[in-house]
């Protein structure tokens, strides 16, 4: 018995000095940090992985796409009660997801370009999409750091669907948590 106590305790003692550091994340683009010319000298700014930082992706821009309107937790509620706004949750279904925006509606940023019909888009004869009735929408997704609505606002637009109809919630399920506002456990197709 204390034998497999002194092995446990140096091999606690002699783990490599990588598993104690904190996994630094990419901030922009490939990058994991950023160096800050303060008064007193350089400061290193990293991304580490914390209990409630996305771990993958890196920061957003707060307008993804030129005519895009950034939008806040105010705008989000008050367009979760507006039914000539949909309130779109981007996020795919490669991480489960646990809980969203209460009356949120899920569609995958990656399915986003065969589901514009339920954003009012039609398809003419031509199989593109005619979006003259489009229904104005706010998407969000992980958060700050997270790749997918703006991915899925590319492609909408990308698709004819108008940018001046599009508004964006860049803080997402991190901040939304984050600030403690109600979540629910289902999500609607």
């Known amino acids: 018995m204390r034998s497999a106590w002194l092995l446990l305790l140096s091999s606690v003692l002699l783990a490599p000095a990588w598993a104690a550091e904190p996994e630094t994340l990419r901030l922009i683009g490939n990058d994991t940090q950023y160096i800050v010319q303060t008064p ?7 991304r580490s992985k914390t209990a409630c930082a996305y771990p993958k992706g890196v920061l ?4 993804p796409m030129p005519g895009v309107t950034p939008v806040t937790e105010i ?9 000539s706004v949909m309130v779109i949750d981007m996020r795919d279904e490669d991480e489960p997801l646990k809980t969203t925006i209460p009356n949120s509606v899920h569609i995958p940023y990656n399915e986003i370009e065969d589901r514009l ?28 750091m997270c790749l997918q609505s703006p991915a899925g606002i590319k492609s909408m637009v990308h698709m004819g669907y ?9 803080g997402g399920m991190m901040d939304w948590e984050a600030l403690g506002l109600t979540t629910v456990r289902e999500v609607r197709p």
């Open 40 to 46: 007193g000298g350089p400061v290193t700014i990293t």
């Open 60 to 63: 957003q821009p707060l307008v």
């Open 75 to 83: 705008e989000v509620l008050h367009a979760l009660n507006n039914p």
């Open 117 to 144: 019909d339920t954003l009012g888009c039609g398809r003419r004869a031509d199989k593109s999409w005619d979006c003259s009735r489009a229904t104005d929408i706010i998407v969000f997704c992980n958060g700050p």
């Open 162 to 170: 108008p940018v001046s109809k599009i508004s964006y919630y860049r």
